[in-house]
């Protein structure tokens, strides 16, 4: 067996395995993925809420797991970010929404990379956030890309699977950038919904992420007319 036609094997496997394991939770939880549909197109954060926080202990794992599933297929994952802080307390819902948000994407990363290469020439074609592919295959440009909240993960990692930074660096890259990403929306998600609790701490952090991100891109733009 050649080397390339073991890594399709090894490939499709892995793609029967993850198959094998989403069929595993309708079995065992035929009402699941409708629940968590409905709730989340219809945008019942609070419905959200209730839903995961009543698997008690397991919540944790269906909230990984949501957030993982969402960024695997390229859909946004904030819901499951604004609801963790309240499920699971600031600071461990921010540690399990990153945790979720750096698995999914590096599965979405080597899914694209290997399988979906046309698609992904699609996205960078409709989009227009970024210009410049080459770029993509550095450590910083994907991690500026990542730590920006609230932009669609789909996006960058479009960029980033049709680049050619390695696994390693992409990692790096994904890990570290989704940290500011993270606080920043389980934050807000947290504060938000105790808006009657937080809206002091919410008004003081949404001035300061207005500050730094305002600053950076002030500088970043100072960057570009000294090197012209």
Same mark, same amino acid.
């Given at each position: 067996?050649?080397?390339?036609?073991?890594?399709?094997?090894?490939?499709?496997?892995?793609?029967?395995?993850?198959?094998?394991?989403?069929?595993?939770?309708?079995?065992?939880?035929? #009402?699941?993925?409708?629940?968590?549909?409905?709730?989340?197109?219809?945008? #019942?954060?609070?419905?959200?809420?209730?839903?995961?926080?009543?698997?008690?202990?397991?919540?944790?794992?269906?909230?990984?797991?949501?957030?993982?599933?969402?960024?695997?297929?390229?859909?946004?994952?904030?819901?499951?970010?604004?609801?963790?802080?309240?499920?699971?307390?600031?600071?461990?819902?921010?540690?399990?929404?990153?945790?979720?948000?750096?698995?999914?994407?590096?599965?979405?990363?080597?899914?694209?990379?290997?399988?979906?290469?046309?698609?992904?020439?699609?996205?960078?074609?409709?989009?227009?956030?970024?210009?410049?592919?080459?770029?993509?295959?550095?450590?910083?440009?994907?991690?500026?890309?990542?730590?920006?909240?609230?932009?669609?993960?789909?996006?960058?990692?479009?960029?980033?699977?049709?680049?050619?930074?390695?696994?390693? #660096?992409?990692?790096?890259?994904?890990?570290?950038?989704?940290?500011?990403?993270?606080?920043?929306?389980?934050?807000?998600?947290? #504060?938000?919904?105790?808006?009657?609790?937080?809206?002091?701490?919410?008004?003081?952090?949404?001035?300061?992420?207005?500050?730094?991100?305002?600053?950076?891109?002030?500088?970043?733009?100072?960057?570009?007319?000294?090197?012209?």
């Amino acid at each position: 067996m050649t080397d390339k036609t073991l890594g399709w094997t090894v490939r499709l496997g892995g793609v029967l395995a993850v198959l094998l394991f989403l069929w595993s939770i309708q079995w065992f939880l035929p #009402d699941f993925y409708s629940t968590m549909w409905h709730l989340t197109v219809e945008g #019942d954060i609070d419905g959200l809420t209730d839903y995961i926080a009543s698997f008690g202990y397991a919540a944790i794992l269906v909230s990984v797991f949501m957030i993982i599933f969402a960024n695997a297929i390229g859909i946004p994952s904030i819901p499951f970010l604004t609801v963790n802080g309240v499920i699971f307390g600031l600071v461990p819902g921010i540690i399990i929404s990153w945790a979720g948000e750096v698995i999914g994407i590096e599965i979405s990363f080597r899914l694209t990379r290997t399988l979906l290469r046309n698609q992904a020439k699609k996205v960078i074609q409709r989009s227009n956030m970024l210009e410049k592919l080459d770029s993509y295959s550095c450590i910083r440009t994907i991690m500026m890309g990542r730590a920006i909240p609230y932009s669609p993960n789909v996006v960058v990692t479009a960029f980033s699977a049709l680049s050619h930074i390695s696994y390693k #660096d992409h990692f790096i890259a994904n890990a570290l950038g989704k940290i500011p990403a993270v606080v920043v929306e389980v934050w807000f998600g947290h #504060d938000l919904l105790r808006i009657n609790e937080h809206w002091e701490r919410l008004l003081g952090l949404t001035i300061l992420v207005v500050a730094i991100y305002g600053f950076l891109w002030w500088r970043k733009k100072q960057t570009q007319r000294n090197k012209s």
